[in-house]
């Protein structure tokens, strides 16, 4: 026990945090291989939708946690009571809307991605407002570097849902789809393990100054619209294969998807210690871009070991994770997986100048998000089409967030 403690101490917050994103996107790898082996593809393929949908609500999640964690840092004392009071408003409050919204309308998302219930969809709206609360909590580490307990609750998450979903697939004899909906929905219930909220704060009557609204508001949106953008990029192809093609190639190409974004779910690791650190940077009046070029090293050198293996190993690599079921995917691994590497990457720049309050690359990425769309309802012929056409739209995105790094540099530079 001593000899764990002293590792523990020998190794900074930070590491600790990249170890534990490292368990957790392991853990959730886990839960989506177990559940593609034991449902099938065309089983599979509600799953996958329903981890899709898990994935748009964890990016709209973003916009609370990423503003939270921002002005953790430049707000102290009363303003920060009130700032915390204001983001727990917006949370629940916004929450509510999409959890209602995603209730109302399940009987035509059922018909749209063609489920075999809107039992699904229903069951995860009640847990909408849930996650916005959670993810406020998670800025407040995040902002806070509290890197600890800000593992600890991604690690109650997806260990409860592994659990939780399994233990359900195993006793309750119902829709598959129903019970991962309810284990997604439990899980989130851990996942505000820990915390430290309090009621009291919530009622202390103070309030932000005009102008410090005004910031708040200003990123909150700028930051919505940069997620959104996310949500577009990162899940559009999943929801329009589901949409376009049968069950059984919507469950191959979810296989697909989960694995190429392997790169792209352990560079996110990345961006959570990017933002506080660019944050603290730009208010000690420090320079902020060599903590970028860092970060992007790291992402790249990942980004290309995941392709080489997926071009030399990708029939090993589909047979070990998913088995022989999903194997006619193999051609198309390293493909998709640089698709996503380019994605990686260009999102690290994104979030640099998005803590910077700069929002033209928030417009890059909505231009090319949307063109990925189009592009994808148009030439949507076979899966192997849908991957081309990311590749040019991530290439393209990838381009312009250079182009327009090296451009803000000789600017400033000039200035």
Known sequence: MTAIKLVFN??????????SVLVVNG?????????????????????????????????????????TAKFAILFTGDNWVAFKQLLYTYALGFGTLIGVLLFAFAGHLQTLFHTESDLLFKTFAVSVPLYFFMSVNRGRYQGKQDYQKLSITYQTEMWSRLILTLAL??????????????????SFVFGLIPTNFSIKNLKKKVSLSKENKRKVISFIVLTACYELTQIIINNSDVLLVKHYFDTVNAGLYASLAMIGRVVYFVAWMFVMLLLPAVVQKQKDGEATAPILIKYVSYVAVLAISIIFCCAVFPTLIIQLMFGDAYISMAPLLWQYALATSLFAISNIF??????????????????????????IIFFHSSLYMVVQVQIIAMVALLVAQ???FTTNNILNKTI
């Open 10 to 19: 020998k190794v900074s917050p930070e590491k600790l945090f990249m170890g």
């Open 350 to 375: 994104a979030y640099y100048f998005l803590s910077l309050d700069q929002y033209v690359p928030v417009i890059l990425s909505g231009v090319l998000g949307i063109s990925q769309i189009i592009m």
């Open 169 to 186: 697939l195993w006793i309750v004899p119902t829709t598959p789809a129903f019970l991962v909906s309810l284990g997604i929905v439990l």
């Open 402 to 404: 250079l182009l327009y």
């Open 27 to 67: 853990g959730n790898y886990l839960y989506n291989l177990i559940l593609g082996r034991l449902l099938g593809p065309a089983a599979y393929s509600d799953a996958a939708l329903l981890i899709t949908l898990l994935l748009v609500l964890s990016f709209l999640g973003m916009t609370f946690q990423l503003a």
